[in-house]
């Protein structure tokens, strides 16, 4: 039997990867948009953090699903797949605990 703590430490860990995303997707539109430079070395240290933890999740998405009207849907996918594994998660919880 699987202790309740160890779903709790997969949903967390789900949690702040879908964080991660959604800091991913708002620094690329800001660094796009020129609200923030990368010129500077806190920006682009946040910047290269953020881009090498979510670019092996994306880079298999962005290969299946091209960008549609030049805008990249790929983060929206991975926070879709985040979302069902957080769900598949506690049903799986809720079944052991049942047991």
Sequence with gaps: MIPMPVFSLIDAVLSIYSLIVFISVIMSWLISFNVVNRHN???????????????????????????????????????????????????????????
């Design 41 to 99: 070395q806190f920006v682009d240290m946040i910047w290269r953090f953020v881009t090498s933890l979510t670019e092996p999740a994306l880079r298999p998405i962005r290969k299946v699903i091209p960008y549609i009207g030049g805008i990249d849907i790929s983060p929206l996918v991975l926070l879709l797949g985040i979302y069902f594994l957080r769900e598949m998660n506690w049903w799986l919880a809720a079944r052991l605990a049942l047991k």
